[in-house]
Each structure stands twice: as C-alpha cells, then as structure tokens.
C-alpha cells in the first residue's frame, strides 16, 4: 500500500532563516506530488505541484521554492522565512488525473 | 473557473442526531467530487469520492454523500452523529481547468455536543 512521509512534524524558525521541509510517497511511482498551506482556521491554498522529475508549477508568487529531485520526492525550501510563512504545511500525492488526493500528517511551522 | 461553497463554517449536532454538511459546487459538466475530514493537527484524511455511477456513494466512518446534478450540490450525511466526528470536514471537485488540481470549500468544522 502507498503511504506517504512528512518530516518534520512541527518546526520553530526565526524570521529570516531558511526552510526545508521534505516529503516522501512510498508504495507507487510517477505520483503527482503537491504543497499546501493551511493559515490557522483558514482553508487550504495550494502552493506548488508537480506532475514529474523537475518539474514544478507553481500557484502564488511568495519566497517559497519548491524541488522535485526524485520521483517520490517533494521538497519545500525558503532561503529567508517571514513571519507570514507560519502555517501549517501540507504535502499530497495523487495517481492519476480526476483522482483523490492523499495527505501527509502536515508540518507545524511557526516563526518567531 | 470553478469554486466549491461550503454553507456553515461551524455545525453543531447532539451525539445521535443527523449530521448534514452542506457542499455545492460551480460546473457545466459533472465533475468528480470528494469529502475529506480532518482532525486537529493532522492531515486530510478522504471519507468518499464520487466518480462516476451511483450517485449515492459510501464512505467511512458511516458517513455517505448524494451527487445531485440538477441542484450541483454533494452533501456529506450520516444517521448518527458520534462524538468522535468532530472535525473539520472539506468538500472538494476536480479542477475542469486542470486534471491535476482539485479545488477545496473553506471547511465546516463539526462540533457534537454529549
């Protein structure tokens, strides 16, 4: 079965270090990959996607970056956090076009 | 483009009544349709997705949902609300723009009172 990895779960940053939070799917291959954002009781914005190796769209203009190195990998970087990067970070995978989408246990992330 | 409305961002039900959380959808052709559940600081977690076929589909958790095309609405219900269905619930569609992406509701956090 395909099960899918977040890591790390929560994270304190100060403003103005970098970010790098990884997400791995195991169990299938060529996998759709996706990062969310969840703001406190707010709803989920899509920050980036990738439909293969190296290849990344990517949805609102901010100072995150996003990376695809491997199939099964999705990597969420920022060189210089603000505050308005606090939030809660989702990672997804999804196989196949019109299919559901299935979410890692999120990362915490709060700036100080 | 397309949008998901989610009515009610907070439900509040007595344990053993009905749960009713409302979803309508914006769409000219039958789109494929989705309800996740989230529990606090966890992941979305997908309860039943419509595709195509039976326009009542089962879920987890006893949870079921009605694709209705002339109202374009898919509405999550379940006989009997338990007090370990509180959560916040997301209704979403596929993107027609963009099979990749699908387009999520604001969310209806359920709260059940004892």
Redesign the interface.
Known sequence: SQTIHQWPATLVQPVGSPLSLECTVEGTSNPNLYWYRQAAGRGLQLLFYSVGIGQISSEVPQNLSASRPQDRQFILSSKKLLLSDSGFYLCAWQQGWNQPQHFGDGTRLSIL | AQSVTQLGSHVSVSEGALVLLRCNYSSSVPP?L?W?VQYP??????LL?Y?TGATLVKGINGFEAEFKKSETSFHLTKPSAHMSDAAEY?CAV?DTDS????I????TRLLVRP
């Open positions: 494929y989705f996740y600081n966890q992941g979305l977690q997908l997705k595709t997301f596929s099979s990749y992406k699908l999520f509701g604001s969310g």
